[in-house]
């Protein structure tokens, strides 16, 4: 518990404080008008910065304003009563502090969403071309066994000029590798994604495969690698 009563104007406002400051503050405040007369300005601030406010706020609001204001100092009012002028510049201070911590607040909120929203929607792209190719009239469907164990499975077609390669290994590898897949167009290797550590199982979309000749697997150091580590664990011939 604060040893400051007077510091527990904005929090006791916000109702952050616990019981026994709650306690002491309210008997401060039947003794104190200088008080009272600042937790109602405060208050009315607080209704007046609701006001068209976003209606669900996001969960970690309340403990970014709190921080801010366990941190900022307070002062106490002196035993005279306080001018209008100092007090109403105090609050448009702390106004303005709860402004910018909801305002910063909202803006990460509103950008994970975006993200959150760009991602689903690339995901449901990336659904909907694995369907078209795969409902193709000409696919082709070729697959080969992984050194170690699992498949590597091609499914493509010249009508969508484009493939799905679908990788199934029997266990991910050991010592922080991972595994990654690879096109080879012009007799160059070109990196279609490596996985994820410890993933054994991947759907991959692959545009202009009628200029691949091969699709294959190597197993590389996390993050995967600019060219391929030899000898492949899978080397499919699609053309």
């Keep these: 518990m604060t040893s400051d009563v007077h510091s527990l104007i904005g929090p006791y406002v916000l109702d952050a404080v616990n019981d026994l400051e709650r306690a002491s503050f309210e008997r401060h405040l039947r003794e104190c008008a200088v008080c009272r007369s600042e ?5 009315e601030a607080s ?4 006001d068209g406010a976003w ?17 900022t100092r307070q002062l106490a009012p002196a035993s005279a009563p306080v001018p209008a002028r100092p007090r109403r510049l105090r609050l448009v201070a702390a106004a303005a502090a709860m402004v910018v911590a909801v305002g910063g607040v909202l803006a990460v909120q509103e ?10 929607q690339a995901a449901r792209a990336s659904e909907a071309r694995v369907r078209d190719v795969l409902a193709a009239p000409d696919l ?8 170690g164990g699992g498949r590597v499975t091609v499914a493509m077609s010249r009508l969508r000029n484009a493939g799905v ?7 991910a590898p050991g010592g922080g590798h991972v595994y990654q897949l ?3 167009r012009s007799r160059v290797p070109v990196s279609e994604g490596a996985l994820a550590a410890g993933q054994t199982t991947a759907v991959r979309i692959v545009e202009g495969m009628d200029r691949a000749s091969d699709v294959g697997v190597t197993v590389e150091p996390a993050g995967g690698s600019a ?9 499919l011939k699609v053309a």
């Design 165 to 171: 390669v679908m990788l199934a290994a029997d266990a």
């Design 39 to 43: 937790v109602d300005d405060l208050r």
């Design 47 to 50: 209704a007046r910065l609701a």
């Design 140 to 147: 082709q469907i070729r697959e080969q066994q992984l050194t």
């Design 55 to 71: 209606s669900v706020p996001p969960p970690s609001l309340r403990t970014t304003v709190l921080t801010a204001i366990g941190t």
């Design 182 to 184: 690879w096109t080879v």
């Design 227 to 235: 060219t391929p580590t030899l000898p492949m664990i899978a080397d």
């Design 111 to 120: 950008h994970r969403v975006r993200v959150e929203q760009a991602t689903a």
